[in-house]
């Protein structure tokens, strides 16, 4: 009937242009951080992945991308359930809760981050004013002048702003859990404790293995939160993956040692997410 | 459930405690940018301006040329979003109702490429729009922002023309149309409310990307409002009043258009995870 | 049910097709070209637009240069200084970028050596008088700056010292009756003004500032160095000179001021130039390096503060011959423009003499050359001038080498780190000297 070919027309643009913009890039990249591509004297040459192992510079970023991801993404799933079991609860005036609980979300990253910059400044700053003002603290802290608490502020920051798609993900799952299973546990003498543990867990473990492989990707190339609060600093103590490869290339002009860096994060990524899609393309199936 | 007094409350507390923490940026953006420029960094902080003005608001419209930039946003955002569904339903499509050899592993290659962080691109794309002389146009930023939003509105439409039965496609054709008239006259009509949502989204990721601005762009003529924001701080006076009013303006319209669709985001994504 | 007739157009050619042509038209929409210009537009970029003092300055000077020139219409772009290299090196990269811009001293060798500035020698070579002429109106070591091998890639505009401004009322109510007048003296002075202003309560005023954030670092921390009579890299740029006894004691002295004395504000390490201004104009700060523009920019910031008569100037604290570093702001040209003849008129007008003189009257600054400085009124018979004119023989240049930027940072990160207590000053003065020989080294 010609469907073969019907479906060449259908899938196939997508693709080319797939292709297209995120193929050919990806390839460039990797060419070029094998230094074959965009370079005085073009020669296959792994010196750029050498540098990579050695220097001190990636290990920050590698261990500063480790931390981050880890606490946001901890971060972001406890609230994003915390939230989710509470607006899931019977109560009036829900749907407002609801808007304001996505907000943080729809703001774009960027933006996002120079508002909590604002907020942790110093001196004219929320945070230490309200501090100070409520005697908790009787000096300004220096949140973004110290590499600890920078780390800190902008866990706090990226928490605020990604937990609430965590959030609608698993209120989404939790409001797919049939009530007919609460209603036969709470006839065997189940308490709250009991529901919570051997029906609502269960039932929402997929939607939250989800909901974090997905936290995880995204967080993992997040560029423009940390770009505007921090901009990688004090020093380099906030410089993740993303911020490096960015200054490599457009501050220091090394472009086949940026383009490694990016190729090792995404390797990075593909690995943690090849558990995902290979349980996707099974389903397909 | 049995829904006690007691619980009730905690999960009021819990809410409300929930609530100031969203909500607490956008009280001290707001306020901020009623503030004169002085008082904006003084020390000790005031938490209501003393004296509200909107100049921080007029210099941002008259003087930085804000609505330059609102207008760029809009047309890469709107491109993008447009390219995007454009070639996504048609590719939806072909993944929804055909069975094909390689047909799981595309799908998959379509996943993972969501998986490839915007910093691995930015360089080649940098060099490649140099050479093309799509460097600082709107043209090669939408290209560069089709990354973001192909592969994630193929999945949601797919997911959309899931919910309708096969058998409105053979009805279709039964009747004598082809392939392609059915997917315009009988499939796109019925899933438009999640096409206008898919096309949303899809807007709304163009309009929050940095990255590909920051690299792409360098003109403030075809800048996007997220670059102009950026570029804002770090100018020679902050000004924090006129950021925080910049931030204001820029979050308002994302903030707008999730609050509506925010149904919709949550059928597109748990919809076709959680097949019963 | 719907009824399909064969007539129906062969819809696989048509929907695609105007798919296609909406698309096409959306992008093409989206990046269109500017319309054709009947005159020549020229763009020009600088860091001083986005400050209001000196936006007003340039704006007045555009239009004059516009009204002189009918057939030139000038763009003006502004930029934060913090990502000024950035942003022109990227568009000079692809090349793109404005037509005329301007730089301060620090990637100048840099941008000369990667080619992303225009060689103006042709250029001045056809002025009346040629090359020589030209050349013998600017202070010898400016031109150094901006020239390479011989050629010249950049025109000078204004060049000043950086000196000790201090607030007298605020001295005078710490009971200071004079500027410090050397380091011991310095630390003393920052002491005495870090106080409570109320009498009890929290400290809400302190002694001075630093900047450590990206935007203007480099011309704080060298007075530092110079003024204990250290230096960043060998006369000869060979290599690290931060191994010296002198370096070790201005490095400590720096790092101590703010954690051991505490004479600095909380948040010093985000403090940048526009920052240290605001300290001063908000009187949280009693004293701070600073130079020539300071004046006009503070008063503009807090009126109320009356800058020009309560901001006073003082050499930097130091008996060194070099005990301060000079700022030039020089003009350059992409060497990519479609407009060359049009963009050296600008150049030439905005750094003639008559323009000279409207930057000393409305941003205090002092011209790069000579004549202007030797014979311009208002200059020779203001105090203030005087003073810094004398100065700039006790100040140099940071070093031209195009691994400035790179140098300046690897350097400024571990100032950071030693502020912020992460690394103890001993280890990060000594990482700063290993990470520079290193990026010579490359």
Known sequence: ?285 | MVTNPRFRILTFIGLGALMVYNLLPFYWMTMSSFKTTLEVISFPVTFMPDAPTLDAYRSIWMQEGFPVYFWNSIVTSGSTAILSSVFGVFAAYGFSRFAFRGKALLMTVMLGSQMLPGILLVGPYFEIMSIIELYNTRSGLVLALTTITLPFSVWMLKGYIDTLPVEIDQAAMIDGASRLQTLLMVILPNILPGLVATMTFAFLLAWGDVLWALCLISEPAVQPMTLGVLRLVGQFRVEWAQIMAATVIASSIPAFFYVILQRYLVQGFAGSAVKD | ?442
């Not at chain 1, 970023?61 to 509470?86: D, E, Q, R």
């Not at chain 3, 730089?103 to 090359?131: A, C, H, Y």
């Not at chain 3, 810094?388 to 195009?402: D, G, N």
């Open chain 3, 1 to 442: 049910m719907m009824r399909f007739h064969r007539p129906f157009p062969a819809a696989t050619g048509t929907f695609p097709r105007l798919c296609a042509a909406l698309t096409l038209g959306f992008s093409l929409f989206a990046g269109a070209p500017a319309a054709a210009q009947s005159k020549v537009t020229l763009v020009y970029s600088d860091w001083h637009l986005s400050e209001p003092v000196w936006n007003r300055s340039l704006q007045e000077a555009m239009a004059d240069f516009q009204k002189a020139n009918p057939d030139i219409k000038v763009e003006l772009e502004p930029v934060a200084l913090g990502q000024r290299d950035v942003r022109y090196s990227t568009a000079l990269r692809a090349k793109r970028g404005p037509d005329v811009f301007t730089l301060d001293v620090n990637p100048i060798q840099q941008f000369i050596q990667r080619g992303w500035v225009m060689d103006l020698t042709p250029f001045i070579q056809k002025e009346s008088g040629g090359l020589e002429q030209w050349k013998s109106d600017f202070y010898p070591r400016a031109l150094d700056v901006v020239s390479s091998k011989g050629k010249v890639y950049g025109v000078p505009k204004t060049l000043v010292p950086m000196m000790l401004f201090y607030n007298t009322k605020m001295f005078a109510d710490a009971g200071l009756a004079k500027p410090p007048a050397n380091w011991d003296e310095f630390r003393d002075a920052a002491r005495a003004l870090t106080k409570s202003r109320s009498g009890s309560g929290p400290v809400d005023q302190w002694g001075t500032t630093i900047v450590l954030a990206p935007a203007g670092f480099d011309l704080r921390f060298s007075v530092f160095l110079r003024g204990f009579g250290a230096d960043l890299l060998k006369p000869d740029y060979s290599a690290s000179a931060l191994d010296t006894p002198e370096a070790k004691k201005a490095f400590n002295f720096i790092v101590d001021l703010i954690r051991k004395d505490g004479v600095m504000p909380p948040g010093v390490a985000q403090v940048d130039a526009n920052g240290a201004r605001q300290l001063l104009a908000t009187q949280r700060i009693g004293m701070a390096f600073e130079s020539a523009w300071a004046h006009p920019i503070i008063a503009d910031i807090n009126p109320q503060l009356d800058a020009w008569n309560t901001l006073k100037l003082a050499p930097v604290p130091s008996d060194q011959p070099i005990r301060s570093t000079l700022h030039l702001k020089s003009l350059f040209i992409n060497p990519n423009t479609d407009h060359p003849e049009q963009a050296w008129k600008l150049v030439k007008f905005l750094t003639d003499r008559a323009q000279m003189q409207r930057w000393f009257d409305d941003n205090n600054l002092l011209s790069a050359r000579k004549s202007v400085n030797a014979e311009y009124k208002a200059i020779r018979e203001n105090d203030n001038a005087a003073l810094m004119a004398s100065e700039l023989e006790r100040a140099a240049f940071m070093p031209l080498t195009p691994k400035w930027p790179e140098i300046n940072e690897a350097f400024r990160q571990n100032l950071q780190a030693a502020v912020a207590g992460s690394k103890s000053t001993d280890q990060a003065l000594r990482d700063a000297h290993a990470q520079i020989n290193q990026i010579i080294a490359r």
């Open chain 1, 1 to 285: 009937m010609g469907e073969s070919r019907s479906v060449l027309y259908f899938v196939g643009p997508a693709f080319l242009l797939l292709i297209l913009v995120l193929g050919f890039p990806a390839m460039a990249a990797v060419l070029q951080s094998f230094e074959l591509l965009w370079v005085p004297e073009a020669g296959f040459s792994l010196a750029n992945y050498q540098r990579l192992v050695t220097d001190p510079g990636f290990h920050k970023a590698f261990a500063n991308t480790a931390v981050y991801v880890s606490c946001v993404v901890a971060f972001h799933m406890s609230l994003g359930l915390g939230a989710a079991l509470l607006l899931n609860a019977d109560i009036p005036g829900k749907w407002l809760f609801r808007v304001a609980a996505i907000l943080p979300w729809t703001i774009p990253d960027v933006i996002g981050g120079i508002v909590w910059r604002f907020m942790f400044d110093t001196l004219p700053g929320f945070v230490n004013g309200a501090l100070l003002r409520m005697a908790l603290v009787d000096q300004p802290l220096e949140w973004l002048g110290h590499p600890k608490l920078a780390m800190f502020s902008l866990i706090v920051a990226e928490g605020w702003r990604g937990y609430p798609f965590i959030m609608l993900i698993l209120l989404a799952g939790l409001q797919a859990i049939p009530q007919h299973l609460y209603e036969a546990a709470a006839v065997d003498g189940a308490n709250r404790w009991h529901c919570f543990r051997y029906i609502t867990l269960p039932s929402l473990k997929k939607m939250f293995m989800i909901a974090l492989v997905l936290d995880v990707i995204w967080e993992c190339r997040l560029f423009g939160m940390v770009y505007s609060m921090t901009g990688g600093g004090p020093g380099n103590a906030t410089e993740v993956i993303s911020i490096m490869t960015y200054r490599q290339y457009f501050e220091y002009y090394n472009n086949g040692y940026a383009a490694a860096i990016a190729v090792a994060l995404a390797l990075l990524m593909l690995a943690v997410s090849t558990p995902y899609l290979r349980m996707s393309m099974r389903e397909e199936r």
